[in-house]
């Protein structure tokens, strides 16, 4: 059964920061391809950011420059190092894992940019 935990939402003032873990169960972790997504009220889901099991990665043009995602395949982790937050960063966060023809997703953390 595959599981996605994520953790490290929470409530942060503009230009703040915030990261994102997300523990996974039940994959074959080092050959998934994991990503964030996230939905924020009133809006579609859309992607933030995605890393493939090389390594590589790829990044909304909205959070390019200020986020950044890694994997640690020994604990079968993924993060999402937030910085520079902005209100319109406002979103349920959302953590998937993916093989071709395949997604899982977690339940999700609210991440609330706010004065």
């Known amino acids: 059964q595959v599981e996605l935990v994520e953790s490290g939402g929470g409530s942060v003032q503009p230009g703040g920061s915030l990261r994102l873990s997300c523990a996974a169960s039940?994959?074959?972790?080092?050959?998934?391809?994991m990503g964030w997504y996230r939905q924020a009220p009133g809006k579609e889901r859309e992607v933030v950011a995605v890393?493939?099991?090389?390594?590589?990665?790829n990044y909304a043009d909205s959070v390019q420059g200020r986020f950044t995602i890694s994997r640690d395949n020994a604990k079968s982790t993924v993060s999402l190092q937030m910085n520079s937050l902005k209100p319109e960063d406002t979103a349920v966060y959302h953590c998937?894992?993916?093989?071709?023809?395949?997604?899982?997703w977690g339940k999700g953390t609210l991440v609330t940019v706010s004065s």
């Open positions: 998937t894992a993916g093989y071709p023809g395949m997604i899982y």
């Open positions: 039940g994959v074959i972790f080092s050959i998934i391809t």
């Open positions: 890393i493939n099991s090389r390594g590589s990665t």
